[in-house]
């Protein structure tokens, strides 16, 4: 049990600690692809490699407007801006959701100021679930266990809240016509 603990900390202090780049520290040369790929790993905790971000990701999301298109075959930081939200985001929501969300949450900012405000709500995220992952928490494999199923289903919960209020957020559909036009 002592492993678990010590794990458990382990967890708790990356949680604590682990932040994305501030917008200032964003490479501000273009990067390409390659680059790209490789540098948005350090952006957010990843615990296995099946979130990795792949270039064929990255292309769909452009297609499907999460992401503006690259200038030429360069990334700038604000495409590092949106694939660091987008990475978070897909984890939880679907891309339709995610577009929605992140059209929703830019709407009158500018790039800069879309990523400080996702920094910020996620800097709160992290730290209410750290704050939550102490050794009494986690005493032993009952406590663990309820740990996992109370963060689960808090999990759940903000999933079924977020998915409501982006109901909320489309824009309300157009009359039609009589007679279907």
């Known amino acids: 049990m002592v492993a678990a603990l010590d794990a458990?900390?382990?967890?708790?202090?990356?949680?604590?600690?682990?932040?994305?780049?501030?917008?200032?520290?964003?490479?501000?040369?273009n990067l390409y692809m390659d680059q790209v790929l490789a540098y948005l790993p350090r952006q957010l905790m990843a615990f296995d490699q099946d979130?990795?971000?792949?270039?064929?990701?990255?292309?769909?999301?452009?297609?499907?407007?999460?992401?503006?298109?690259?200038?030429?075959?360069?990334?700038?930081?604000?495409?590092?801006?949106y694939l660091t939200a987008i990475s978070a985001l897909k984890q939880v929501l679907?891309?339709?959701?995610?577009?929605?969300?992140?059209?929703?949450?830019?709407?009158?900012k500018d790039?800069?100021?879309?990523?400080v405000s996702f920094c910020r709500?996620?800097?709160?995220?992290?730290t209410d679930t750290?704050?939550?992952?102490s050794r009494?928490?986690?005493a032993d494999r009952d406590a663990l266990t309820s740990l996992a199923l109370s963060l689960a289903l808090h999990s759940y919960a903000a999933k079924l809240a977020c998915q409501?209020?982006?109901t909320l957020l489309q824009p309300p559909e157009s009359p039609r016509r009589k007679g279907g036009k």
């Open 94 to 108: 679907s891309v339709r959701e995610t577009k929605a969300l992140l059209s929703a949450a830019g709407e009158g």
């Open 51 to 81: 979130g990795r971000l792949t270039s064929a990701m990255v292309n769909n999301y452009s297609k499907e407007g999460l992401l503006p298109r690259a200038e030429g075959k360069r990334y700038t930081r604000t495409h590092l801006a």
């Open 130 to 133: 750290a704050d939550k992952l």
């Open 164 to 166: 409501h209020l982006l």
């Open 121 to 126: 709500v996620l800097d709160e995220a992290l």
């Open 8 to 29: 458990l900390d382990g967890l708790k202090d990356c949680m604590a600690r682990e932040r994305p780049a501030p917008w200032e520290t964003l490479p501000d040369i």
């Open 111 to 115: 790039a800069e100021a879309f990523y």
């Open 136 to 138: 009494q928490n986690g």
